[in-house]
């Protein structure tokens, strides 16, 4: 069975509305084939067209051959002891990296949905469309895009104020039955909060599964994109984008 397909025959997990979990996989195949159905174009080939190629723009789902040569290849890191504020960081009775471990969790289900998992760094996995997992950009890819959705860039705009606004207003908030913590989204964005904060209340945006993160803050008309291959565990905040965040937050 097809990724659309079988998302559509599967049944809630709880009643609609009364909780929420983060598609870490799903995802993809949710946006994919809206993009399809109404622009006849894969995912892939509709960014590429209609928002890197205009905005020039370092940023694929699903890298082409003749660029493939230009990524970096992706490894494991291991953590620093503290947060970079000299305190060290308290873990979650049950982190997410626990609950993947679980293969009987929503967490594991989750992002385990492609079953057996590729190797990220394979071309075959990079040359995929798979908006939820595989995008590849530089930051500065990152940062413009983002830009673009709060105000002109090469005089180019993504966003109308009114998507602005259904971008960054709250649809779900609390515990998160996926990533084991409380978190706080929009439609299709990462709201500012605990489990990732971003520059203030307004911002609006996403971590990346080890460490990446891009978000915009309409208020200081920041946009901020950062890209690692050197991987940690976690999927939310993590130390390096953050020391990022109050960096960029203390000049302000």
């Known amino acids: 069975m097809s990724g659309p397909r079988a998302v559509a025959a599967q049944r809630p997990q709880w009643q609609p509305g009364t909780e929420h979990g983060y598609h870490a996989q799903t995802y993809s195949w949710l946006v994919g084939e809206l993009v399809r159905r ?9 960014v590429a067209e209609e928002i890197a190629r205009p905005l020039g723009l370092d940023f694929w789902f699903g890298i082409p051959a003749d660029e493939a040569h230009r990524v970096g290849r992706i490894g494991q890191v291991e953590p ?14 049950r982190s997410v990296v626990d609950a993947y471990r679980d293969p009987e969790s929503l967490t594991r289900k989750a992002f385990g949905a492609i079953d057996p998992f590729p190797d990220e760094n394979d071309p075959g ?3 995929a469309e798979l908006p939820a997992s595989n995008g590849i950009a530089t930051a500065r890819g990152l940062a ?4 673009a959705m709060i105000g002109p860039v090469d005089g180019h705009r993504l966003f109308a104020p009114a ?3 259904l971008a960054r207003t709250e649809e779900s ?12 989204f929009g439609l299709g964005y990462m709201l500012h909060g605990p489990a990732s904060p971003l520059l203030s209340p307004g911002s609006f945006g996403h971590p990346g599964r080890g460490g990446s993160l891009g978000f915009a803050d309409p208020e200081s008309g920041i946009a901020l994109g950062y890209v690692t291959n050197g991987l940690q565990k976690g999927v939310t905040a993590d130390p390096r984008a953050q020391a990022l965040v109050r960096a960029v937050r203390s000049v302000l």
């Open 38 to 46: 109404v622009s006849g174009r894969t995912v892939g080939r509709w």
């Open 80 to 93: 620093p002891a503290g947060d970079g504020t000299g305190a060290l960081r308290m873990r979650p009775k």
């Open 125 to 127: 996995y990079r040359a």
């Open 144 to 147: 413009r895009i983002y830009a």
């Open 163 to 165: 998507t602005l606004t």
């Open 173 to 184: 908030a609390g515990p998160d039955r996926v990533l084991v913590v409380s978190t706080r």
